[in-house]
């Protein structure tokens, strides 16, 4: 065991789907990453993209040799490390949040504990569990610009074609509940799509859109898909359609109540708070015959 250069052989790993927009990974990526180090100084804390793309991307254009959540914990355990708590900064609890569940099916064996923290998105308010909606909504006020009584803010979410896709669905609805009025919220790849918001907002009487990714960055997808010039890009297509439309080039991962969210999911996890509704991520159930 190679206690002395692995803090105890505690180590962290915050998993993000990952970007190779630099200056969004900075603002995002890395400002999480640096608040794990200051929470957690005893614990030797790492980094892991789920996207394999962006993993090939970083490769070939920058030589830059970054772990998926399989790798990543493969070097934890050669390093020693006996206890991991991995902390996804996904938003849902879709596709990419499964391949980390994969990986840790796979090294599970490899490490005396091994805990995963929820994404963004998992909870309702119930009897025992907390409404990670609502703390999601809230953090997000925080850091919504002003808008004008005829301006809506329309956030562009990744998507899913994984059921997990209907959070989104949810979330809007939590948005109304909560008061956030002037909040939409469209999928790049998922339902619902720009398309389907179109109605609505002709039919609340906004005149003015307020872009902004809903995602942990504002990466490939908010500048292209979101901001881009492209015709089918959404900026194009609204200011087609005669909407005064202005962008807020943000990912989540910058603000700072969106980082207390993961930490706290982090604490829980550590504490096995709700521990009983991921077990059956790693343990076979008796019931499951
Ligand atoms: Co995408």
Known sequence: MNDGSLNGGRAILVVAFGTTYRETRRANIDAVIERYKEAYPDYEVRFAFTSETIRRTLRERDGEYVDNTASALERLAADGCSQVIIQPLHIIPGREYKKIWQAVRLYSGRF?????????????AGEDTPDDYLAAAEALRDQLPETAADEVMLLMAHGSADPANACYIALQRVFTECGLNQVLVACVEGYPSLDDVLPVIARSGWRRVCLMPFMLVAGDHANNDMAGDEEDAWRSV???QGYEVRIVMQGLGQNPAVQQ?????????????????????????????
């Not at 923290?117 to 309702?124: A, S």
Request: glycine share 4%; aromatic share 16%.
């Open 112 to 124: 005396a504990s091994i805990k995963v923290g929820r994404p963004l998105l998992y909870f309702f």
């Open 238 to 240: 609204l200011t087609a």
């Open 261 to 289: 969210i993961y930490l706290q999911h982090t604490g829980d996890a550590l504490a096995d708070k709700y521990a009983r509704y991921f077990d059956t991520e790693l343990t076979p159930q008796e019931d499951a015959r």
